[in-house]
């Protein structure tokens, strides 16, 4: 018999650990495999798609699809096999995919994660053995995906062209905003395992719809409902819209009192006459105005409405100091939702909320954003947050 020693592979997401098997020195070395490169997705409202890497599979006799359910998002109980997966054998072909099909369309949330049966049958990966191993490869997966839609485009509503104490903290609502997007994205998906969309990724935004490609300013005013559409279009249940707040003051417009500060969540009619939907935005308010307390940028509270219970805009001053921020649904004069954006998510049959996280012309808001990254991480952990707890993937606060 001669010792050999297994070289530890390294994949994707997480470190493989070696084994020490005594083999047969004329035999065919027998090596567990630890597949890391599992991505979960939204298939549909009943089903969520699984792939992972191929390079094993030269190794690996089958894969194993394991699954277990959840309690505020931490896997918990029994790995059941819910599938199992032969290998081609061919390494570095086309990923392993695999659905896995629910048996309704409510929101459900998983931990997945893949265990294998070695080329010559001789090591099992469920073996209880492996099981530390295997469970840090182990990521989450539901049948939820966001629409996540970062606020404008450029570098639009800035104070760049300002010097003295009111151009002390440069800041941009477009450039911002796209920093809690990336931020909500990598949250949901990390934390929660929820699938999402972002209408843009960078400065510029582009959108298709109906063979036509909208850009930038078209899609920030006269064409803005197609961001709203992508929701529909994506295959989202939810779409969220990221802002920052300015009052209507036009004396020192960016020099306003911290008092100012509150948040405000709009939502559009279809989000206002479902439970879910106003849940979220009580939950996103209320998480958000917690943080924003304990950062020092705000003191005012936030009011939690019910289903078909928003507050009226037309009631509310968008520029009072020591307000409370609260749920909103504006109208226009026709009746529909003010917001173009909301209007677009609205015609399309999707819940959908812009989230006003503070006012950028307070300084002490403009000063928290540029001492560090905290502002823009913990907002998108808060909206996170507020989402996943809506959809019933969390009952507890963090803030």
């Known amino acids: 018999m001669i010792k050999q020693k297994i070289i530890s592979k390294i994949l994707a997401l997480c470190m493989v650990t070696s084994l ?57 109980g029994k790995w059941q096999t819910i599938a199992e997966i032969e290998s081609d054998d061919t390494a ?4 392993n995919l695999y659905i896995d099909k629910l048996k309704s369309s409510v929101p459900q949330q998983y931990e997945y994660k893949i265990c294998t049966l ?22 989450l997966g539901t049948n939820i995906k966001i629409c996540i839609d970062p606020g404008h485009y450029g570098s639009r509503n800035n104070n760049y062209n300002l010097k003295g104490g009111n151009g002390k903290y440069p800041y941009s609502e477009a450039k911002f905003t796209l920093k809690i997007g990336k931020a909500l994205k990598k949250e949901l998906k990390q934390t929660y395992g929820i699938d999402s969309y972002m209408t843009r990724t960078g400065n510029k935004i582009s959108l298709k719809y109906k063979k036509k ?35 209507g003051r036009l004396k020192k417009p960016w020099n306003q009192p911290k008092s100012l500060n509150k948040v405000y969540v709009f939502v559009n009619s279809v989000a206002l006459k479902s439970s879910r939907g106003m849940k979220i935005a009580d939950y996103i ?42 749920v909103v649904h504006r109208r226009s ?29 307070t300084q002490v808001m403009r000063r928290h954003a540029n001492t560090s990254s905290d502002l823009y991480q913990n907002w998108g952990i808060c909206d996170a947050e507020g989402i996943a707890r809506g959809f019933g993937f969390i009952n507890t606060s963090r803030f």
Not at 92 to 95: A, L, M, R, T
């Open 285 to 326: 308010g209320s998480e958000l105005t917690a943080y924003n307390k304990a950062a020092g940028i705000q003191n005012a509270r936030f009011v939690t409405r019910r289903k078909n219970k928003a507050a009226n805009y037309a009631n509310l001053i968008n520029d009072i100091s020591n307000g409370n921020g609260t």
């Open 92 to 95: 570095g072909d086309s990923k």
């Open 20 to 76: 020490v098997n005594s083999i047969n020195a004329t035999s065919e070395m027998a090596e567990p495999v630890y597949v890391t490169a599992l991505i979960t997705s939204k298939a549909s409202s009943k089903s969520i798609k699984l792939s992972w890497d191929s390079s094993q599979d030269s190794y690996v006799n089958c894969y194993y699809i394991m699954r277990r359910n959840t309690k505020e998002s931490i896997g918990t």
């Open 118 to 139: 070695s080329k010559d049958k001789t090591i099992d990966t469920r073996n209880q053995k492996y099981e530390e191993e295997t469970n840090k490869c182990a990521v």
């Open 213 to 247: 490609t909208y850009t930038n300013a078209k899609l920030d005013k006269s064409n803005i409902a197609i961001r709203g559409y992508m929701a529909k279009i994506k295959g989202c249940d939810f779409f969220i819209s990221l802002h920052t707040n300015m009052a």
């Open 333 to 361: 004069s026709s009746g529909k939702d003010y917001y173009g954006v909301l209007r677009g998510v609205s015609e399309k049959g999707v819940k959908g909320i812009i989230v006003e996280h503070a006012f950028h012309d």
